[in-house]
């Protein structure tokens, strides 16, 4: 066996604590305690705003699921889209190759409201880690795993971004940075919603809903952001105040012909004091 020369091996040695340093305390201790860990993560695909790698950490689970994050690192002026990006947006997706993933779904963490000045619409002015859940077939490993991609990103226009991302192991130096990235993704998300801090439909229409929201008791301002998806198609919701409660007023533009029999529809509701993720009834 080739050993590697001693001022290779001392450089990448530095890269490895270099990177360690740039890791929160507590979340180092409890990756560090949880070796030995194992991550894979795709090469880089460069496009003219940024860059985007598929990263997964640890193993399946008895489900068969596997956590990972799709990681989108903006240059500076360049934004990229939320689930629902409004009218003139493109969602991200991914897209198993089909051999050794069943299903892949995204999860967001909250987006921000934005107006280029002809429309509005929620996504993220910065670089954003969305976790991602595999779905394995039995016999799949981490390191078989491919997937295709697609983002929209825009500066003054939006390209849509097509990237064919396959994992491959990723180097002991860097599976405790992998297995961070991943935790960190997931430790963003907004919390579930609750009784004391989400949404309620209070009533609908054909044309409109009536969302009232509850919020911490020291949050006097929020933004509701509502998912148009299973059918639906929403416009920005508009806050409209009705004496002590808090009332968004959402215009519906299109819903199926038969209402669907899943969950409900995806909300996230943001606050000074955090955010939350929910679902409200189909209408």
Same mark, same amino acid.
């Given at each position: ?21 740039? *890791? &929160?305390?507590? !979340?180092?201790? =409890? ?6 860990? /194992?991550?894979?993560?795709? +090469? ?100 078989d795993l491919a997937a295709q991609v ?8 939006? *390209? &849509?971004?097509? !990237?064919?991302? =396959? ?6 130096? /860097?599976?405790?940075?992998? +297995? ?104």
């Amino acid at each position: 066996m080739r050993r590697q020369p001693p001022q290779a091996k001392m450089k990448t040695m530095c890269h490895f604590f270099s990177r360690l340093l740039m *890791i &929160p305390a507590i !979340a180092l201790g =409890a990756i560090l305690a949880a070796l030995p860990a /194992h991550a894979a993560s795709s +090469e880089w695909h460069e496009n003219a705003g940024g860059r985007i790698r598929l990263v997964t950490a640890g193993q399946p689970d008895q489900n068969h699921h596997l956590q990972g994050v799709l990681e989108i690192s903006l240059k500076p002026g360049w934004k990229t889209y939320w689930r629902d990006p409004g009218d003139s947006g493109v969602p991200p997706q991914i897209i198993p190759d089909g051999k050794y993933i069943r299903q892949a779904n995204f999860e967001f963490p909250a987006p921000a409201r934005h107006d280029d000045g002809y429309s509005q619409w929620a996504g993220y002015d910065h670089s954003v880690l969305l976790p991602v859940r595999f779905t394995l077939g039995p016999k799949a490993r981490p390191e078989d795993l491919a997937a295709q991609v697609m983002i929209g990103i825009c500066e003054k226009i939006c *390209i &849509p971004v097509h !990237a064919s991302l =396959a994992l491959r192991p990723s180097q002991l130096s /860097h599976e405790v940075v992998d +297995e961070t990235l991943v935790h960190n993704a997931r430790a963003a998300l907004p919390h579930p919603a609750s009784e004391n801090f989400g949404a309620e439909l209070v009533s609908s229409t054909d044309a409109t809903l009536n969302v009232e929201v509850f919020l911490p008791q020291d949050a006097h301002t929020a933004d509701l952001f509502i998912a148009g998806e299973d059918g639906y198609v929403f416009d920005t919701p508009l806050l409209k105040n009705n004496g002590k409660k808090t009332i968004f007023e959402v215009a519906v533009i299109r819903r199926p012909a038969q209402k669907p029999s899943g969950k409900g529809v995806p909300y996230t509701l943001t606050s000074p004091q955090g955010a939350v993720s929910g679902f409200l009834p189909y209408p």
